[in-house]
C-alpha cells in the first residue's frame, strides 16, 4: 500500500454536481506535488495524507488535459468522506491547470480494470540460453536484465482483452517498429501495452507516451481479433529486461495482480507478499513528460 499527499487529487461532490480541488481555498487547483510517490494507481487500502484511507476504488475515466493526450484519473471512495462524495484523482506529476475537469461523472460508465504492463505474445525475452517467446517462459527460468544479470522468473500473468467494446486506453497496443527507439533497439518489431515502461535514456517511457504516428503507432483494434493475450514477467524485485532487444520493465504491483486471468495460480504459490519497491528511474507517462532528449531520438519534434 502507498502514502499520498494532498495535491494530486480532486475531490467531487455528487450533491452540487462540481469538481473541486480538495485541500484548497476556492476551487484553486494544487500546485505541490509529491515526488517521491511514482504509484499512480489507487487502491483499497492506500491513504491519503496518512489518515484518509481508501475504501473503494470505483473506476477510471479519460481527462481532456491543454496540449497534451488525455490521461487516466481515478475515482474512488475514502473513508473520511461523506457517502453523497468521491475523490477524483489525478496521475501524479500532472499539472492539474492543464487539465479540464468534467463538469459530472457517470459512474455508470467508469473503467475497472487497472492499467497492466504487458508484453504481446511472440515478444522474444533475453534469457542466458538465448531468446524464448514470453509465452513460453515459465516460473524459475532465468531472464537476463539490462545489466546482463541473471534472474529466475517469478511468475508469468496472462490477461485476455476483449476488443468488442474497446479497451481502456491502456490496454491498447503499441507497435514499436525495429529501430525505432535508436541504436538499432528493439532488433524486431515489439508490440506491449500502451502503459508498458521502456527505458531509454534512463527514463521508464510508458510506450502509450512514445507513440510519433510513423514508427511507434498505436495497433488498430480490427488487427488484434475479437480478443488477444498479453503477458507479464514478475521477477522478485523490479527489474529491466531485454524484450526484442530492446530495455522494458517487469511487472511493478502498482496494480492488482487479480486483473490476470492466472491470478489464482500466483495466489496458490505465494499468497500475500509484501510491496514492491519500484526501481529509482524518472517515469515519463505522457508524451508532454518525454525529455528533449528522449523526444529527438524517436522523432518527436515537440511535446504532445
Not at 195 to 211: E, F, K, N, T
Not at 236 to 244: F, P, R, S, T, V
Request: with cysteine.
Amino acid at each position: 500500500m502507498a502514502t499520498y499527499h494532498a495535491g494530486t487529487y480532486f475531490e467531487y461532490n455528487l450533491v452540487s454536481g462540481t469538481v473541486y480541488a480538495y485541500g484548497t481555498q476556492n476551487g484553486a487547483p494544487p500546485f505541490v506535488y509529491d515526488d517521491q510517490e511514482l504509484d499512480n494507481t489507487f487502491e483499497v487500502g492506500d491513504d491519503i495524507n496518512a489518515n484518509t484511507v481508501v475504501t473503494t476504488f470505483l473506476g477510471t475515466i479519460l481527462v481532456p488535459v491543454t496540449g497534451g493526450d488525455p490521461v487516466e484519473a481515478m475515482v474512488c471512495e475514502f473513508n473520511t468522506i461523506a457517502s453523497n462524495q468521491r475523490i477524483l484523482i489525478l496521475p501524479n506529476g500532472l499539472d492539474p491547470g492543464l487539465v479540464t475537469l468534467p463538469a459530472t461523472i457517470d459512474l455508470s460508465i467508469l473503467t475497472t480494470t487497472p492499467f497492466v504492463t504487458c508484453f504481446a505474445k511472440g515478444t522474444r525475452i533475453a534469457t542466458p540460453a538465448g531468446e524464448i517467446a514470453v509465452e513460453a517462459l515459465r516460473i524459475g527460468d532465468d531472464v537476463l536484465t539490462a545489466q546482463g544479470n541473471s534472474v529466475p522468473v517469478k511468475w508469468i500473468g496472462r490477461q485476455t482483452v476483449s476488443t468488442r467494446f474497446g479497451p481502456a486506453e491502456r490496454l491498447r497496443p503499441v507497435c514499436i517498429a525495429a529501430g525505432a527507439l535508436g541504436q538499432g533497439l528493439p532488433h524486431a518489431k515489439l508490440t506491449v501495452t500502451a502503459d508498458h515502461g521502456m527505458l531509454i535514456s534512463d527514463v521508464i517511457c510508458h510506450a502509450g507516451a512514445l507513440v510519433n504516428g510513423t514508427t511507434i503507432t498505436r495497433v488498430p483494434l480490427q488487427e488484434m481479433g475479437e480478443s488477444y493475450t498479453v503477458f507479464h514477467v514478475e521477477t522478485e524485485a523490479h527489474e529491466i529486461i531485454l524484450a526484442n532487444g530492446a530495455p522494458a520493465e517487469t511487472f511493478i504491483d502498482n496494480v492488482s495482480r487479480r486483473v490476470f486471468d492466472n491470478y489464482p495460480e500466483f495466489e496458490m504459490l505465494y499468497g500475500d507478499v509484501p510491496e514492491m519497491e519500484e526501481l529509482p528511474y524518472p517515469r515519463a507517462m505522457s508524451a508532454r513528460q518525454l525529455p528533449a532528449s528522449v523526444r529527438h531520438r524517436i522523432g518527436i519534434v515537440a511535446a504532445a
